[in-house]
């Protein structure tokens, strides 16, 4: 049963910063796109990143570019996220999630694993 785990949320400060993980399991989404959605309490769950299955191209929402880098390291099957520079309104329930493609995209639907999600709070 292939699986997504989310680890690395927490309570930060406003400019701090935090690393999410996910790890994969069941399966190896090493040929995989992989992605980073986002969503807040009565809000729509949003793209934030994706990466294609070699690392060598990726794709981010403009409300986190220049803040936040995606990446992946297909050998111990992980997914980071890196945020820096948090705002208050990057608060949200953060999920991993997998394609059974390799191609990049930034849609929900077109993903077909999801995790559980970890949650990210920033305070300003």
């Known amino acids: 049963q292939s699986q997504l785990v989310e680890s690395g949320g927490g309570l930060v400060q406003a400019g701090g910063s935090l690393r999410l993980s996910c790890a994969a399991s069941g399966r190896t989404f090493s040929s995989s796109a992989m992605g980073w959605f986002r969503q807040a309490p009565g809000k729509e769950r949003d793209f934030v990143a994706a990466i294609s299955w070699s690392g060598g191209k990726t794709l981010y929402a403009d409300s986190v570019k220049g803040r936040f880098t995606i990446s992946r390291d297909n050998a111990r099957n992980m997914v980071y996220l890196q945020m820096n520079n948090l705002k208050a309104e990057d608060t949200a329930l953060y999920y991993c999630?997998?394609?059974?493609?390799?191609?990049?995209?930034?849609?929900?639907?077109?993903?077909?694993?999801w995790g559980q999600g970890t949650q990210v709070t920033v305070s300003s």
């Open positions: 999630a997998a394609r059974l493609s390799a191609a990049v995209t930034g849609i929900r639907d077109q993903y077909d694993y």
